[in-house]
C-alpha cells in the first residue's frame, strides 16, 4: 500500500468515529498547547534576559548593606564615602554610582500635587547603565554633585506600544498624564519644602518593551536629584552619607571576580565589620532566572503528563479501533495484506490522530500567547522552531503510542480473525 492509501484510510476511519477522534485530539491538543506556551516563556525569557545583560554591563557588581545582620556598631553602614574610597582606589572603573532612595516624598509641580513620589539620588554616572531613556533637556552631570545643586530629572514612565485589553481597566499613570499636558523643563518644582529647577525629562520606554530586567519605580513618579543635594536637603531619620547600595561596572566581565574581591577587602577595612554584601550582578540575575525557571518547568511538566495522558488515551482508542474491527483484519489477510500492511494502517491512523492534535495544539497555544503576550514580559512569539518541534511532538506521540496496538492488530491469526463475531 501507498502512503496516500494509508493517509485516506486513516482520514475515513477518524471521520467515522467524530467523538471519539475529537476527545483523543482535544486531550492531546491540551499538551501540546501546554508545550507551546513552555516554549514561547523560554524564548522569551531568554531574550531578556540577554538584553538586560548587555544593558546592565559586562563587569557590573551590586554592593548593599547585609540582610539580617546584627551590628557591632563599629561602621556607619554603607555611605557615599565608600563609594568615593572605591573611586579613588581604582580610577579605571568605568562605573561607581551610589544610589539611595526614598519613598513617599512630597513633590509639588505646577498643578500637580503628589505624597507617593519615588526620590532617587545618586551621581553623574548613574547614566552609564541600564540606559533605556529619550532624554529633553539635559541630565545630572558632575558639576550638579560637586556644587550641591538644587536641580532635579523627571522621569516619564512608558505607556503601552500594544495596550492590552486588560489595562483599559487601569488608569493611566496622573503623573504620565500631567507631563503630557505641561511642559515642565526649566520649571522649580517643589521637593519636601525644597526648590529644585527641572532641568531634564527622561522618557521611559514603552512598558511593553523596556528591556530592563529590574526597574526602578514605584509610587506616582520618580525623580532623580544629585546624590549630594539629596544629603543637605532630603534626608530624614538616617544618616546624612548613608546610601541604599552602589553600582559598580569594572567594564569587563572577566574582571569582575577579580574587583569584587578587591572591593570586599576595601570596604571590610573601612567598615572595620562584615555588614555589607559585595554581588556579581550576573549571580542576581541568575537567581531570578532560577526561580523563572522553576515556573516554567512547572509549566513544561503539565504539558508533558497532558501528552502522555493522550498518549495512552491513543493506545486505548486505537486497541478498542482494533478489537472493534477483527474480521475486518481477517478478511484483508485473507486478501493478501501482510503483518506489516496492517502494523502500518494502525500507525497511520494514530499518527493522523496525532497530528491533528498536534496542529489544534499549536493553534490553541499560539492564541494564548496573542492573548498574554502584551502583558507576560518574558513571552516571544512563536518562531518556525518552536511550531515545528510541537508538531513532532505530537506525531511522535501518536506513532510510538500506537506501536503496540498495531502490532497485537498483526497478530491476530487470520483464519481466526475471519470466525470472530
Known amino acids: 500500500m501507498t502512503i496516500k492509501e494509508y493517509a485516506r ?11 471519539r477522534s475529537s476527545m483523543t485530539c482535544l486531550s492531546l491538543a491540551v499538551g501540546i498547547a501546554a508545550l507551546v506556551f513552555t516554549f514561547s516563556q523560554i524564548g522569551g525569557t531568554m531574550k531578556r534576559y540577554r538584553d538586560a545583560l548587555e544593558l546592565s554591563g559586562p563587569g557590573r557588581l551590586r554592593i548593599e548593606y ?13 555611605t557615599s564615602d565608600d563609594a568615593d574610597a572605591i573611586r579613588a582606589q581604582w580610577p579605571e572603573l568605568y562605573m561607581v554610582s551610589p544610589h539611595v532612595t526614598r519613598w513617599g516624598g512630597h513633590f509639588r509641580l505646577e498643578s500637580f500635587s503628589s505624597d507617593k513620589m519615588r526620590l532617587l539620588g545618586a551621581n553623574d554616572e548613574w547614566r552609564k547603565r541600564d540606559w533605556v531613556y529619550t532624554v529633553r533637556g539635559r541630565v545630572l552631570n558632575a558639576e550638579d554633585v560637586a556644587r550641591r545643586a538644587r536641580v532635579c530629572v523627571v522621569i516619564k514612565g ?23 499636558r505641561h511642559d515642565v523643563l526649566g520649571r522649580q518644582a517643589l521637593i519636601e519644602g525644597h526648590l529644585f529647577t527641572v532641568v531634564g525629562i527622561l522618557q521611559e520606554p514603552p512598558k511593553d518593551l523596556d528591556p530592563r530586567w529590574f526597574r526602578e519605580g514605584g509610587g506616582d513618579g520618580m525623580i532623580v536629584v544629585p546624590i549630594t543635594a539629596f544629603q543637605d536637603y532630603l534626608v530624614k531619620g538616617r544618616l546624612r552619607e548613608a546610601v541604599d547600595s552602589i553600582e559598580v561596572d569594572t567594564g569587563d566581565q572577566k574582571t569582575a571576580s577579580l574587583y569584587l574581591r578587591r572591593i570586599d577587602g576595601l570596604l571590610e577595612t573601612l567598615h572595620r565589620e562584615r555588614d555589607f554584601e559585595v554581588k556579581d550582578f550576573r549571580a542576581i540575575m541568575a537567581g531570578a532566572m532560577a526561580e523563572i525557571r522553576r515556573f516554567i518547568i512547572s509549566i513544561g511538566i503539565i504539558g ?11 493506545m486505548n482508542v486505537t ?17 493478501g495484506a501482510t503483518r506489516s500492511d496492517i502494523i502500518w494502517q494502525f500507525v497511520a491512523e494514530a499518527t493522523a490522530l496525532g497530528a491533528v492534535g498536534g496542529v489544534a495544539g499549536v493553534f490553541l497555544g499560539s492564541a494564548l500567547i496573542v492573548y498574554l503576550a502584551p502583558r507576560e514580559e518574558r ?14 511532538i505530537a506525531l511522535a506521540t501518536g506513532f510510538f503510542f ?3 496496538p498495531a502490532y497485537t492488530a498483526a497478530s491476530f491469526d487470520p483464519v481466526e480473525a475471519l470466525r470472530y463475531e
Not at 512608558?158 to 503630557?180: Q, R, S
Not at 486497541?319 to 486478501?335: D, N, P, Y
Open 9 to 19: 484510510m486513516a482520514t475515513r476511519e477518524i471521520l467515522s468515529h467524530k467523538g
Open 66 to 78: 547585609r540582610q539580617n545582620y546584627v551590628g557591632k556598631h563599629i561602621s556607619r553602614g554603607l
Open 158 to 180: 512608558g505607556k503601552w506600544k500594544t495596550k492590552p485589553w486588560w489595562a483599559k481597566y487601569f488608569h493611566d499613570d496622573k503623573f504620565v498624564e500631567f507631563l503630557d
Open 304 to 314: 508533558i503528563v497532558a501528552v502522555l495522558a493522550s498518549g495512552i488515551g491513543i
Open 319 to 335: 486497541l478498542a479501533t482494533i478489537f472493534s474491527r477483527v474480521r475486518e483484519i481477517g478478511i484483508r489477510r485473507a486478501l
Open 379 to 392: 513571552m516571544a512569539h512563536l518562531g518556525p522552531l518552536y511550531i515545528l518541534a510541537a508538531l513532532a
Open 402 to 404: 500506537s506501536l503496540y
